[in-house]
């Protein structure tokens, strides 16, 4: 069973207007949320984090917003730019220090000029 | 700075040829990780190591056999290759508390 979900494989925006890239997960022992980008033939790269006892975390043009009771977080950029079009995947820790990270299947973002 | 590195970096192989996977880090991390992703089916967690000398099963170790060979280096095997196992597979490292850093990927094909 899927513990990291991203229900919309893809989003299309227009430059300058707000993307939102959501991303539900189940396992409430989840207290660390990450997002990675990842362009094509390249590997993921980190781009922002939020600790579950806060509910925002913002980083320049990208926010992050948690909200754990409905266990749902969500990536924020605004103004988008056309060289923000990549896939997002949403990634989660698990409590007790593991390291294994839980990735969504990730959300292929296309921001047209 | 290099970063996290693979080798090679694309490779086809036929069903039940064996080959090793390459990765390197110079960020003197102690953990390193293989995943493999699939279409539709995000990044997932092949073998992990939390320092030279350990590894540990992920999610999809059916088929895989990992070394770690120096805290730099962390191998992961194919001893016989299957058409599913056609991916393309990251290597990442991370120190304590730290974020997981990427290497490029390395395209596989089995026919």
């Known amino acids: 069973d899927q513990q990291v979900k991203q229900n919309s494989p893809s989003l299309s925006v227009q430059e300058g207007r707000i993307s939102i890239l959501n991303c539900d997960y189940t396992?409430?022992?989840?207290?660390?949320f990450l997002w990675y980008k990842k362009y094509p033939a390249e590997g993921p790269t980190f781009l922002i984090s939020i600790s579950s006892i806060k509910d925002k975390n913002e980083d320049g043009r990208f926010t992050v917003f948690l909200n754990k009771s409905a266990k749902h977080l969500s990536l924020h950029i605004v103004p988008s730019q056309p060289g923000d079009s990549a896939v997002y995947f949403c990634?989660?820790?698990?409590?007790?220090?593991?390291?294994?990270?839980?990735f969504g299947k990730g959300t292929k973002l296309t921001v047209n000029p | 700075n290099a970063g996290v590195t693979q080798t090679p970096k694309f490779q086809v192989l036929k069903t039940g040829q064996s080959m090793t996977l390459q990765c390197a880090q110079d960020?003197?991390?102690?953990?390193m990780y293989w995943y493999r992703q699939d279409p539709g089916m995000g990044l997932r967690l092949i073998y992990y190591s939390a320092s030279e000398g350990t590894t540990d099963k992920g999610e999809v170790p059916n088929g895989y056999n990992v070394s770690r060979l120096n805290k730099r280096e962390f191998s992961l095997r194919l001893e016989s290759a299957a058409p599913s196992q056609t991916s393309v597979y990251f290597c990442?490292?991370?120190?304590?508390?730290?974020?997981?850093?990427f290497g490029p990927g390395t395209r596989l094909t089995v026919l």
């Open positions: 990634a989660a820790l698990p409590q007790g220090g593991s390291e294994k990270l839980v």
């Open positions: 396992n409430s022992m989840f207290d660390y």
């Open positions: 990442a490292s991370s120190g304590w508390g730290d974020t997981q850093y």
């Open positions: 960020m003197n991390h102690n953990s």
